[in-house]
């Protein structure tokens, strides 16, 4: 079998930029749950973060977090989708930690709990305007709280948290965090003690803390996506922060291998339809030019536009499931069929080439336990 397409893990980087995170963290008095699901839990990404000082593995598939445990990972796990009741006494089971948002669930975790003895932490999630989970309405919030302090005896309080920029795109400002804060004090005034967590956010919560105005009480962090791709990712493509820059693009490269090689017309000869995803899209008329196919497609990575060639001057014009049609006419080096184009990636793409069989991984620099 081919040794292609390969992903090459770098695991220094990963550590680095790991490495990185926590101390951005630290100086704000910020702990750091590695969230796992960017690499589709890869177990040694798990052991990476937890090398590097974060505090809790976190993942949105409980499958994830069982293969951290097993791989060896130590420290405290999180559930971070909202659980389905499907899966509550299995989640018991795997993780100390979870994201809730419905009373459905606690109560479920609560009985499930009585089963077993064994005690679960929530953090309650308050949705503040991103609109995807979370409790909308304050009261609500504080009801649930006060319930899970007075009549839980499996369920522990340990904290809330929101998360922003989703589903609605919502930012991550100071006035949110803010909020955010003030939920928690009224939570703790309804209950008599404080909070052990308060949780911002994910990777674009680092905006506010960039910027000197996080809260002093938001003291976790849910971040994954900064760490697999460095300036690669949102904070540096959308919103332009330069803070990310020291980051490394590296710790995942994907490489494929050229199967055709021609001259041909860049736009379709003949009538046309719809393309292989029931799409019209439009093509420029930029005369004959020099293309190569590239043996790996959507059904690996996504969309064309998560791949970054490292060649220069190639650039991808189209793709199909199985193929990618990259225009070399403006490359200068020698280029042959056979050849193996190296591409950067970015979130989706990560997150897709390592849950997809066709990909082979190589993994180098990962951690010894
Ligand atoms: C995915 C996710 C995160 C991590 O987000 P990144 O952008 O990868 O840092 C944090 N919290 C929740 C609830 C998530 O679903």
Redesign the pocket.
């Known amino acids: 079998m081919s040794k292609y397409p390969l992903l090459t893990v770098n695991h220094e980087a990963l550590k680095s930029n790991m490495t990185q995170v926590v101390s951005w963290c630290r100086e704000a008095g910020i702990d750091v749950?590695g969230?796992i699901?960017?690499s589709s839990g890869m177990p040694s990404f798990a052991l990476d973060y937890e090398a590097c000082g974060a505090k809790w593995i976190?993942s949105?598939r409980l499958e994830q977090l069982q293969r951290a445990r097993d791989a060896g990972v130590k420290i405290p796990l999180m559930m971070?989708?909202v659980p389905m009741l499907s899966e509550i006494e299995e989640m018991i089971e795997v993780c100390d930690y979870s994201?809730e948002s419905e009373f459905a669930a606690i109560k479920a975790i609560e009985e499930a709990g009585a089963h077993t003895g064994k005690s679960h932490n929530v953090i309650l999630?308050a949705d503040l305007g991103d609109l995807r989970?979370g409790f909308f309405e304050l009261e609500e919030l504080v009801d649930v709280a006060k319930y899970v302090e007075d009549k839980c005896d499996f369920v522990h309080l340990a904290g809330i948290?929101t998360?922003l920029?989703?589903y609605g795109s919502v930012m991550p400002t100071k006035e949110k965090m803010e909020q955010l804060v003030s939920y928690a004090e009224a939570i703790e005034r309804a209950i008599g003690r404080q909070l052990e967590i308060i949780s911002g956010?994910?990777?674009?919560s680092l905006m506010p803390l960039f910027d000197g105005v996080m809260p002093e009480r938001v003291n976790m962090l849910?971040?994954?996506?900064?760490s697999?791709c460095g300036p690669k990712e949102?904070l540096r493509t959308a919103y332009g922060r330069t803070e990310v820059d020291c980051m490394r693009d590296d710790a995942f490269t994907l490489e494929a291998e050229l199967i055709e090689l021609r001259t041909k017309a860049t736009h379709p000869i003949g009538q046309l339809g719809v393309d292989a995803f029931g799409q019209k899209p439009k093509y420029k008329d930029r005369g004959m030019r020099r293309r190569a196919l590239i043996a790996i497609g959507r059904v690996d990575y996504g969309d064309t536009g998560d791949l970054f060639p490292e060649t220069p001057g190639a650039e991808i014009v189209g793709a199909s499931g199985d193929h990618t049609i990259v225009d070399i006419e403006d490359c200068k080096e020698i280029i042959r069929v056979g050849d193996i184009m190296r591409f950067k990636l970015c979130?989706s793409s990560i997150m897709r080439l390592t849950a997809s069989e066709n990909v082979k991984i190589k993994e180098v620099g990962q951690t010894e336990i």
């Open positions: 749950a969230v699901k960017v976190a949105s971070i989708r994201l999630m989970e948290g998360n920029g989703c956010g994910a990777t674009s849910r971040i994954g996506a900064i697999a949102d979130y």
